[in-house]
C-alpha cells in the first residue's frame, strides 16, 4: 500500500484528540474558530478547557481590533489561567485596549486566574504616568464582587516589564483581597520606587506562600526580613533588589540581620542588582559581608575595583553569577581575577569593560568551568546590557533558578 493510499483512509477527523490541541494551542483566537470548522471533533476540541488556560494579547499597532479577543474572554474567560500582555505604550490606543482586557476580566462572573504578566515592549513616551492601566488593576485586585465564582487564586503576579510606578495603596489592594500569592515581580524601570517599607512589611507578613519576590531595596527594611523568617509560613526562596540613588536616604540593612536571615532560611537565594545612578559608598555600605548572595551586577561610569574586590572577598562561597560595566584600570584587573581565584561557585561571568589578554586568560585558567562569559579586550557601547533588566527581572528565570539551585545542589 502506497502512502498515498494510506493518506486516503485517513482525515482531519481521525486525528487523536491530544495532537489536535496541541495544534489549536498554536493559533490565534481567530484561527482557532476557522481551524474548528474542519469537523465536528475539531469544533469539540475548540470548547477544551485545556485550550483556554493560556492567554496573550499583543497591542503594539493602532490597527489591531479588540472585539474578537473580548469576544473570546467574555466566552473562555473564566478558564483562563494565565495572562500575558504585551504592549507598546507609545500609542494610547495600546493602553485603552490593555485597560479594557483587564476590566473584563476584573467584571467576569468566573475566574481561574493564576498569573498575570504585563510587559511593555517600548519605553514610556515622556510624562506617562499609565494612570487607565493602574486603574484597571486596582478593580482586577480590588475587593471582589460576591457574584464571582473563583476556581482558583492569583499566585503570580509579574510587573517587572510594565514601567509604571506602582505604590502603598496598589499593594494594600493586593495584600488583602490575594493573599496566596507565590511569586511578586514589581522590579521595573520606574524612575522611583513608591512603595514603604511598611507597607512591604505588612505584604510579606500576610502573603505566607510568597516565596519569590523581586523588588527594590528601598522598599526593604529588617521588620520585612524578620518577616520573611516567621515560623509557619512558606519559605522565601528567592530575593532580588534593585539599588538605585534613592538608598543614599534610605537605612542600609546590617550585617546582623541578614546574617540571622540566613540562618532561619539557609535556602534563601539573594541578588541584588545597581544601577549607574548608585555611587561607590552606597554600594559598599548596602553589600554586608552576610548576605547569601548569588547573583551581583553594577554598572557605573566610575572605576569599581574596590567594590570587585569585596565581592570576592564577602562572597567567595556563595557568588555564582557577576557581571560589572565600569571603567578599565589595572587595580579592576587584578580585582577580577582575584574575585575568580576566589569564587569557587562562580559559574557565569561578564564584565563590559576592556580588559588585557594577559587578564583574560588568567581568569579562564583559574575558573574553566565558566559556563557563560563575556570577557573581551574591546568592548563597544551597544553591547551593554541594560541593568534594570537583569536575568532575574524576569519571573520564570527566577523560578528555574530556584528549581536549578535545589537540583544543583
Request: proline content about 5%; charged content about 25%; aromatic content about 8%.
Amino acid at each position: 500500500m502506497t502512502r498515498s493510499d494510506v493518506m486516503g483512509l485517513y482525515g482531519w477527523e481521525d486525528l487523536p484528540r491530544h495532537l489536535i490541541l496541541m495544534i489549536l494551542s498554536h493559533l490565534s483566537p481567530g484561527d482557532r474558530l476557522t481551524a474548528s470548522l474542519a469537523c465536528k471533533l475539531w469544533g469539540g476540541c475548540l470548547r477544551s478547557p485545556l485550550l483556554w488556560r493560556n492567554f496573550t494579547f499583543r497591542f503594539t499597532t493602532p490597527e489591531e481590533e479588540l472585539p474578537m479577543s473580548l469576544g473570546y474572554l467574555d466566552i473562555y474567560g473564566g478558564l483562563a489561567r494565565n495572562i500575558r500582555i504585551e504592549l507598546d505604550p507609545r500609542d494610547s490606543s495600546n493602553c485603552t485596549n490593555t485597560s479594557r482586557v483587564l476590566t473584563h476580566l476584573a467584571r467576569s462572573k468566573e475566574r481561574s486566574l493564576e498569573a498575570l504578566t504585563i510587559r511593555f515592549t517600548k519605553g514610556n513616551p515622556l510624562f506617562f504616568r499609565g494612570s487607565d492601566i493602574l486603574c484597571s488593576l486596582v478593580e482586577l485586585f480590588g475587593p471582589p464582587d460576591p457574584k464571582i465564582h473563583f476556581r482558583s487564586f492569583l499566585k503570580v503576579l509579574d510587573l517587572g516589564g510594565m514601567d509604571i510606578a506602582i505604590d502603598d495603596k496598589f499593594l494594600h489592594l493586593l495584600t488583602g483581597n490575594h493573599p496566596h500569592i507565590e511569586v511578586m515581580n514589581m522590579q521595573n524601570r520606574s524612575l522611583t520606587c513608591r512603595i514603604t517599607p511598611h507597607c512591604m512589611e505588612n505584604f510579606v507578613r500576610k502573603c505566607r506562600k510568597l516565596r519569590v519576590l523581586i523588588t527594590f531595596y528601598k522598599c526593604m527594611s529588617e521588620k520585612v526580613l524578620f518577616a520573611m523568617a516567621e515560623p509557619d509560613r512558606q519559605p522565601i526562596r528567592y530575593l532580588s533588589l534593585l539599588c538605585k540613588m534613592e538608598e543614599k536616604y534610605h537605612r542600609q540593612i546590617s550585617n546582623e540581620m541578614w546574617e540571622e536571615l540566613g540562618n532561619n532560611l539557609p535556602s534563601l537565594k539573594v541578588a541584588m542588582h545597581f544601577d549607574h545612578t548608585t555611587d561607590r559608598k552606597q554600594i559598599r555600605d548596602i553589600l554586608q559581608p552576610k548576605i547569601p548572595l548569588v547573583e551581583l551586577r553594577m554598572r557605573s561610569p566610575l572605576e569599581l575595583h574596590h567594590e570587585v574586590d569585596l565581592a570576592g572577598k564577602h562572597y567567595n562561597n556563595t557568588l555564582e553569577r557577576f557581571t560589572v560595566s565600569t571603567a578599565s584600570t589595572h587595580q579592576l584587573e587584578d580585582a577580577l581575577v582575584y574575585m575568580a581565584s576566589a569564587s569557587a561557585c562562580l559559574r557565569e561571568l561578564h564584565c563590559y569593560c576592556s580588559l588585557s589578554e594577559r587578564t583574560v586568560t588568567r581568569i579562564l585558567e583559574l575558573r574553566p568551568e565558566l559556563s557563560t562569559y563575556t570577557l573581551k579586550e574591546d568592548i563597544e557601547d551597544k553591547e551593554l546590557p541594560p541593568i534594570f533588566y537583569g536575568r532575574f527581572a524576569n519571573v520564570q528565570a527566577a523560578i528555574d533558578f530556584v528549581n536549578e539551585q535545589d537540583n544543583y545542589s
